[in-house]
């Protein structure tokens, strides 16, 4: 095996953009957490989080085991596996701007997150349904439009035919939009099918990754956890403005 | 000058970041948004955020000119400037451990901003007063003990004498690290307070790191805007449980 992967075993969670581009890669992976016996299982991933015998001890999964590399933070496993795999660019100026974008998805996925947890992320989403209310709807109404409304930009100044992000190959950055979109459309399908005539460009990408021989074949195995209602999206009716 | 850095001209927020990296470095550089003049001012910041003429538009400040290159992100430009001038560690692991920190402070970042506007960042402080506190009250007694404690046990297990955060040399996470801190003081001196006697190896990293020379200049200047209640940062003693 290449890599190791610790992520929780029952949601998509943030351990998704690594999966998505570990299979992308067709990468040889176990996903440590969501295996039985001895050394896997949560209490592998858990081990790692104690600390204990381990000279960098994550914060919180995602984590990657790539060879004696013990790799913490989704984006920065994903600049890891983008350099490797050829899924970013070589020079400077692309590799660093694939890396902006994919830390501003970062920072979108904290407030889709936040969304159903506005108050504390320890506390039960029914403990916290009046705040989330105000939290989603200002977030879909300022702040998904602004950051769908960036990336439809980014492609459409992509000079060399908007096909991708970051140019005219597929990045980490193009699979981790595929994601947020999948996500959003489960989410909140009646603010996404609003956003989707504004944002054609960002809605066919996510078509066109979805397509991928590889991510297809991803996307209908059982190695695909669906979405649902304990992971980042979530789907709460009450939540999603038509 | 070698960089042209952009950042809302009366807060220190996410900027504040890359100034003390620059400072460190002894780099030579503008401010732009708090200049005046032609090409300069918060005009010149938005300009770029508009994104005409712009090959790859940054979401939000901050962002730093580098010759040719624009780059967003204050992780990511941290990166780029550590490998730069000589504050991040050479070696792919040490290179990654130290992103990963950084990245691991950025989330730190985002739960302290909430701490204040858990309901929508558009909105004033006093119109989520009520949500505000709930969610400061959660931070202080699950989030910081948590990360701060995290942080304590990375200095512990520092090899090489505890001195940084990586390891023997000082790092761009050293230095936000020591940022965090001081801005935590400003924020929850009560709380923070109590956190010093379980994580003396971090406060003591931020002592260490405001005495070195560059930084504590900086720190004396007109350069170093105060904390103020605009910033990420802000002192709502309601919020600060003692």
């Known amino acids: 095996m290449d890599y190791q992967l610790y992520y929780w075993p029952t949601i998509q969670g943030r351990g998704e953009f690594v999966r998505l581009v570990l299979e992308e890669a067709g990468a040889r992976y176990r996903d440590v957490a969501r295996e039985t016996g001895k050394g896997a299982g949560v ?4 081990r790692f989080l104690n600390g204990r015998n381990i000279e960098r001890p994550p914060f919180a999964p995602p984590f990657l085991e790539a060879g004696k590399l013990v790799i913490g933070q989704t984006a920065n496993i994903l600049q890891f596996l983008g350099a490797r795999h050829s899924l970013a660019p070589k020079h400077e100026g692309g ?11 970062a920072d979108l996925l904290v407030e889709i997150h936040d969304t159903h947890h506005p108050v504390a992320a320890g ?5 916290q349904k009046k705040e989330a209310r105000r939290r989603a709807a200002d977030f879909l109404k300022h702040r998904l439009p ?17 096909n991708y992000l970051a140019g005219m190959r597929l990045t980490y950055a193009d699979l981790s939009m595929f994601q947020i979109v999948a996500g959003l459309n489960y989410a909140f399908p009646c603010a996404m099918a609003k956003a989707a005539r504004k944002c054609r460009r960002v809605f066919a990408l996510h078509g066109r990754v979805q397509e991928r021989p590889r991510i297809a074949a991803y996307l209908a195995s059982p190695r695909r956890i669906p979405f649902n209602d304990e992971g980042i999206f979530r789907h709460y009716a009450e939540l999603d403005a038509g």
Chains 1, 2 share one sequence.
Do not use: C, N, P
């Open 95 to 105: 590799r660093l701007w694939t890396h902006e974008l994919q830390l501003t998805m």
């Open 123 to 127: 506390l039960y989403y029914e403990d």
């Open 43 to 46: 209490a592998a991933l858990i």
């Open 146 to 162: 602004k950051f769908l409304g960036y990336f439809e930009q980014v492609l459409a100044k992509s000079a060399r035919g908007e």
